[in-house]
């Protein structure tokens, strides 16, 4: 078993990993620091997400950057505010023992530009945004991206599932040059490819975790044929039988999160629904009340869940089937992350049985029918 120490990370990081208790590397941490610190040039990893991909790419951006410089050195796109304001929490905690300040700073929609542009005034060594807002900053010439020396994109087919291909385009057009782009998504659909062959270089690193198993080994498979009707009874009993557990409840519309959420809490479930429609600030006062666990269920649709990252979920529930083998994973793998167990358990009908053998044919995964 590999060490920080062996895959290149200097001193004052392993102290910050050890104070948070992080003590052993993962297979994408083995296999992509020490070529980030030592080359850094193009890098596409494929890992399902909760594998540790924010050290892998954080730890060789921190160790790349000069803090003598103040200019922004490297930047870092993510699809949602929730997981951008996860990545820099994250990487501010690995800083705590750096000789020198090295600042990094968050910017996403739903919060005031002109406090961002303010914020963006000060020193940063580390911009952490959501595509959307970039091209926002940009088009306003707020901030200056020709320092760069560094692009990741983290859960790239999610920003571009959610819609920030061309958002995508602009910012790799704008910053094209000097810079390296490093490449992290738990699948591989065409629109990714088509980023990789127009945007990087063809001789790129390339790193596949788990290539045969995209969904994490933790999480055990299950789904129940029934009846539409019968969806809401099935759901409550399955919820009160997995007592003081934690879980996301997947649908595929607002309306459905809604009143599923609605149903839950007459039936004394502790729920709550997250959709697109929220405002942000309702949408914050939910993700609080969730991961500070004074919610149990959140029932959400799959763009509104998007970056989610909640610690020990034991279970995600597909109220409504996954639109795609892709949706499946990400919505499996907000369960059973860091090495701990997880269910991933969909109510279909039997007309859609024959979506889930394919989606279990397509990651060669055992999906096992649960019988009442």
Not at 55 to 78: E, K
Not at 145 to 172: C, N
Request: net charge positive.
């Amino acid at each position: 078993m590999k060490t920080f120490s062996e895959l290149g990370v200097s001193g004052s990081y392993l102290k910050a990993l050890e104070e948070i208790n992080i003590f052993d590397p993962t297979e994408i941490q083995i296999k992509a620091i020490p070529f980030l610190i030592t080359k850094g040039t193009d890098f596409i990893g494929q890992a399902q997400t909760g594998t540790g991909k924010t050290a892998a790419f954080g730890l060789p951006i921190l160790q790349a950057i000069n803090p003598d410089d103040t200019h922004v050195q490297a930047l870092i796109l993510s699809p949602t505010r929730e997981l951008g304001q996860q990545i820099a929490k994250q990487l501010f905690k690995f800083t705590k023992y750096c000789p020198k300040k090295i600042f990094i700073e968050s910017v996403y929609g739903g919060a005031r530009i002109d406090q961002q542009i303010s914020a963006l005034k000060r020193p940063t060594h580390i911009l952490v945004a959501t595509p959307g807002r970039l091209v926002d900053l940009l088009e306003q010439k707020a901030i200056n991206l020709s320092y760069i020396r560094t692009i990741v994109l983290d859960e790239a087919d999610e920003m571009l599932s959610m819609g920030f291909k061309k958002e995508l385009d602009t910012i790799l057009r704008f910053t094209a040059g000097n810079r390296f782009t490093w490449l992290f998504s738990a699948t591989m659909p065409p629109a990714i490819k088509a980023i990789i062959k127009g945007y990087m270089s063809a001789d790129a690193m390339r790193v596949v975790i788990n290539k045969h198993d995209v969904i994490n080994s933790d999480i055990e498979h299950k789904f129940i044929v029934c009846e539409i009707g019968k969806k809401p009874e099935i759901l409550t009993a399955f919820l009160k039988a997995q007592g003081e557990n934690r879980g996301l409840v997947f649908c595929r519309t607002k309306a459905d999160a809604q009143n599923i959420a609605k149903q839950l809490i007459a039936r004394n479930i502790n729920a709550d629904s997250l959709h697109g429609d929220m405002l942000q600030k309702e949408r914050d006062k939910v993700m609080r009340a969730f991961k500070n666990m004074k919610l149990q269920i959140l029932v959400a649709t799959d763009l509104a869940a998007r970056g989610i990252d909640v610690k020990e979920l034991a279970y995600v529930v597909h109220y409504s089937p996954a639109e795609s083998t892709e949706y499946y994973t990400h919505r499996s793998g907000r369960t059973g992350r860091a090495g701990n167990k997880g269910l991933s358990f969909s109510l279909i009908t039997s007309r859609e049985l024959s979506g889930m053998k394919r989606i279990e044919r397509e990651l060669g995964i055992k999906i096992k029918e649960n019988h009442r």
